[in-house]
């Protein structure tokens, strides 16, 4: 069937009938607006771009960009300075302190002894600057056993802090010390020698003194200290090396560490040990690895230098040693 329209003002119901558009619907006038209540004018948002050199802020004012700029600047200094100093407060470690006390304000003074007696060789030695140095020693490691030689050139001040804690972890970790053939580039290279200016190892060899069996501990170390006293310059300081041989293991080895010579006498002084020992002209008192039963010193060496011209300032503390 063909559907018909319903007239104006009228529209189908469910059932299909036409009836009036206002029969059922609720009322849907507006509630009128309270007067009593206060005019309150509701802002609009202010979308007006701000002047050239200028940029709304978090409240929506125009401030000058260079302002903000030298604000935000000063802060990021602030934060900067605060960080670094935060920083530096952490890496402040017993060593840290200890290499700035003695080596901080000293690099520019160390130096390598160029001539000393009559001889052309001279025993490589370099000055201290304060004998507090020996005596207020701090430890690299909480247990050291290989590092000897790093603590050795840490305490004369030939060894960056942070390459000495580092070289001091690796060695005891491997249990690998340093040799003589790594030991004499490196005091090249720290002093920036030429090919012309030769370093070398000298051992002087106790074989004889050992085998006599009525030798005495005393006797040894008199015999080191004569060597010693004569090649040694006031107010400087050379390592040393000591060999030893253990009967049980039937195996040698090396330690390093230090003479120095002050008011014309001779000390040792062993930076390996947790707590420094420094004794006069025993080096037997000085370090008790070489005071173990089944162990005999057999020989002691020191490192020599020649044509040198004139002393030679320290260069590098941070190039290579191990291969």
């Known amino acids: 069937m063909p559907t018909t329209r319903c007239p104006k003002g009228s529209r189908k119901d469910k059932n299909g ?102 001889s052309k060789k001279v025993m490589v030695q370099v000055n201290y600057n304060d004998v507090e140095q020996f005596m207020n020693y701090r430890n690299l490691a909480n247990r050291p056993e290989s590092d000897c030689f790093f603590q050795t050139i840490f305490s004369l001040g030939l060894r960056d802090v942070k390459m000495a804690k580092q070289d001091s972890m690796n060695s005891n970790i491997t249990g690998e010390g340093a040799s003589i053939s790594e030991i004499i580039p490196y005091i090249k290279n720290t002093f920036n020698l030429s090919n012309a200016e030769k370093v070398g190892f000298k051992r002087n060899s106790l074989a004889k003194e050992v085998l006599q069996l009525n030798t005495s501990k005393d006797k040894i170390n008199d015999k080191i200290v004569k060597l010693l006293t004569p090649l040694i310059k006031e107010g400087y300081a050379a390592p040393i090396s000591i060999m030893r041989y253990n009967k049980r293991t039937g195996k040698q080895d090396g330690h390093s560490m230090i003479a120095y010579k002050y008011n014309n006498v001779l000390y040792f002084f062993d930076p390996q040990k947790k707590f420094s020992y420094v004794t006069i002209g025993n080096i037997f008192n000085s370090t008790n690895i070489f005071d173990v039963a089944g162990c005999d010193i057999i020989a002691f060496g020191y490192y020599t230098v020649t044509n040198l011209d004139h002393p030679k300032p320290l260069m590098n503390t941070t190039c290579k040693i191990k291969k």
């Open 17 to 118: 009938n036409c009836v009036e558009k206002n029969t059922n619907q609720p009322n849907l006038e507006s509630p009128k607006k309270n007067t009593n209540e206060p005019n309150v004018e509701i802002p609009k948002n202010n979308t007006k771009r701000c002047p050239k050199g200028y940029r709304r802020n978090k409240t929506g004012d125009c401030v000058d960009n260079n302002t903000t700029k030298k604000t935000r600047k000063s802060s990021e200094k602030k934060k900067a300075s605060s960080e670094k100093k935060k920083a530096s407060s952490e890496t402040k470690t017993p060593r840290s302190i200890y290499a700035k006390r003695y080596f901080a304000n000293n690099k520019s003074t160390i130096h390598l002894l160029d001539k000393f007696g009559d």
